[in-house]
C-alpha cells in the first residue's frame, strides 16, 4: 500500500501495541456494548451484536456523541442524510465517484449540506467510525474519504486497530489521541446502538441510504438521481 510508507509506521504500531497490552474488553460478551474489541479479537467482517441486545444495553445513544456531522452550509436549504458504514463497498462507490460532483454542484454553492450517520454494518466499521468521531472536526471528512479509499487495505486486515492507526496518523491525530480514542468505550457504545434509532427512524436496510427533503435513495446512485431529488426540493 503506497501511502503506508514505514516510517509513518512506527509510532502508531506503539500505539496499536499498547491496546493489545492493555487487553480492552471484547464487546461480545452477553448483551454489553460497551467495550472495544481487542486488537488480538477483532474480525474485520464479524456482526455487531443485534439490534435487540443493543436496546437492551445500559448505555442507550447518547446524543451528544453521535450528532451527525455535516458538510456545507449548515443553513443549507436541502439536507441530503447518508447513512453509511465505511466497510460497504458501495458507500465507498458513492463517496469515490458521485460525492465529489454533487460537492461541486451544489455543497459547495450553499444550496446542500449533507449529514452523515453512522450505520455501522460490523466491526471493522464500527472501528473505523470510531477512530472518525476522535479525529478534529475540520478534519473528520477527510478522514472519512481516506477511509473509504483505502477500503480494500483496511476493511480486511488481520491487523485492523494498527492500520487504522496509520491512517488516523494520517489525519494528524497524535499517538496519545489513537490510543485514548481506542479506548472510548462510551463512545463505540453510541455508534453500536444508533443503528437501532437509525434504523426505526427511517426504515434503513442497507447501505447506503439516503434521505433528501423525504425521498429515499438506496444505493450508490449516479448523479442524476441525486440531482432529481434535490431539484424537486430546491423548486
Known sequence: MSILQHKATVPVIVVALTVIVGGIAFFRSGTEVSSIPSASNVQPNAPLISEAQAAESPSAPTQSLITP???????????????????????AAFHQETLPELKKTYIDTGKVKLEYRDYPLNEGAALGSLLARCAPEDRYFPLINLLFAQQPAWGGSQNMLADLAKLGSFAGMSSDSIEACFNNQDLYAAI????????????????PTFIIDGTKIVGSQPFEKFQEAIESALN
Open 69 to 91: 456531522r455535516i458538510l456545507g452550509n449548515p443553513d443549507a436549504p436541502v439536507t441530503i442524510i447518508e447513512y453509511a458504514s465505511l466497510t460497504c463497498p458501495h458507500c
Open 192 to 207: 453500536v446502538n444508533q443503528r437501532t434509532y437509525w434504523s426505526e427512524l427511517h426504515d434503513i436496510g442497507s447501505t
